[in-house]
């Protein structure tokens, strides 16, 4: 008998869950209350003196209080604050960013940023007229919108690094440095895909893949070797994990700079360093819970990286303080205007980049997220020849789009710091 | 993730009719059965393909109005393996459906004759055969090269008009040619060999290690 088939054959790989490394590396094996970044996780997890690193990562476990960073981030500040100013250092300007500029579809469903079409048009001039030296941008995933960017490089001086178009376009990274601070020869690019991702995000999903941007130059003029690493990582409340294993290969690569080099690390983490209420938000009337595991991400990468974050150096970190003032949650009320009562903007405004004060944030995340500092610029100077001078919110007015109405530039408030390198 | 659309089944079985020897223009039997005649092969064939042809439709709709895709902007080449996704679910429909109606037609073609409705005729048989075999070997063999050639063709498309407009123009011409093509192939072998053997075709699902599928397996 002859048989004749056809065959309609769909197959999706896994992927792995824990980093293949994960124990190998010297940092895994620490005791987290010996680690000055990680001392206050361990104090959450409420976890005795030999629980390591990997141990937590590994067994996943809820803390039972807000892991709260608040000694560590005076100790840095203090520490920082105690450095000799530098004599005839050269001063930078560095923004992250993360543009919001979403617009993709996948079976079934429209992922798509709100006025996208009418931002998108602004975006590259907006930003690159605003002076800054060193500029990490997250959520440029269309390879037309990375033209924008080169065009607008062009003209406002830029060199520009968006990876290659194939990987791009699941990454959405871009970083652009002003023309004359590279010491010419000197420039490298990578590009690097995590290793934990949260797959179904690629495929079937918009094709989104989580990585980070490299590129490292002498700084001219100078002898410094400049390393920058722009990063996105996993969105969403739910896969703090994810973005732990991220948080630790990304630290582990700015580690891996030489020692006389400065590490400059930013981008979208997703993770705040602190978090009130473990249980904040509502989706579908169901409540959110779980985000006392997203104040891990943060200072996991600090620990990986040897990283400090430039807004606790410069002093200016409230995530702790700010909270306060945040009425407790009710799904009608943060559903209506932000927080429930808007005019709390002008009060709990300067820190959070990811807040229903923003428009657009409200637009698509109203009262489904506890407001948080989620970009951020790091910095890895073992010689300290770095100095942080201040560090601001970038983008958070609302700009004028003529008949589409006033809205702010992003989703996301940027991050930007003034720097000193000697 | 696997999609779940082989969840159900269908399956169908038609033994052959009896295999007489009929003279053209001789009814073999005053009230033949319809048992065997292929409609109800043909009716299905029919259906899955036009709901095939439908969600392709509805596929196009979903491109141009929920996700707003504009035939100037540039073709995102992340989301080739996603059109190969999406455009497979209402494939999985046309590809039992074009088989359906081509052995549909093939049974249709015997019954007519051995039912004396339809006098055999040797040039409609060759010119059926004809048509129909290079209409059906166009409309798959442009389908299939298209598709083999899809992935290089779409990476230099620089604009959703030319990778969609690639994709679709394509589809639709071979569907158009290879529909007809298996229906003239079908009714032309039938009618060349009323009394052929029987033939059987069923569909049903798939299950292997890594994934589900749909199967159509046959006797032609």
Redesign the interface.
Known sequence: ????????????GCAPNVPASLGEEPEDRVALRDAPQLEHLATALDVDAGHTVEDMLRAWASPHAAPDPSAWFDARESAHAGLEPLAGGTPLRVLTYNVGLLD?????F?V?SPHVDERREHAADEILAGGWDLILLQEVW???DV?RFEDAAAEHGYRIHAGT??VH??HGLVTLVREGLVEDGTSDHDEVTFEIQRA?ED??GP?IERAYLTWSFVLAGTDVELHLLNVHATAFPEFPRIRAFQARELGLAARDAPDDAIVLVGGDLNAGPYYRDDAFGEIDGETVSGWWRNAIAHPLLQYYGDLDDMVVLAGQAQDVTLPGALPPFDGDDYRKEAFGDSSLCELLGGTFTATDCNSLYFEQYAGTEFPHRIDHLMVRDPMQRLRVLETALAFEERLDFGGYGWFELSDHYGVSATIEIE | ???G?AAASVVLTLAGGPAGQPTAGAPLDDRPRRRGSGVAMLWTGGVLTGLGAVGRIAIEG??VD????DAD??F????I??IA??T??Q??LV??GL?LLGVGALRFGRYRVRAGRLVRSDRRVRRNTVVGATLLGTGLGLWAVTRAVAIPVLRACETNGCAYGYLESTYWISLATAVPGAVLLGLGRGEARPGGRATTATIGP?A?P???????????
């Open positions: 008998m002859r048989r004749s088939s056809l065959l309609a054959l769909l197959v999706a993709r579809w996948y079976p079934f429209v798509k269309e390879w037309a033209e178009r194939d376009e699941h179904v495929f079937p094709a | 993730m696997i999609a659309f979903f491109w929920r996700a707003d895709l902007e540039p995102g080449r992340w989301s393996p996603h996704f999406f497979s679910f494939n999985v590809a039992p088989p798939l292997v890594r994934g589900h599928g749909l199967a159509v397996t046959g006797r032609f």
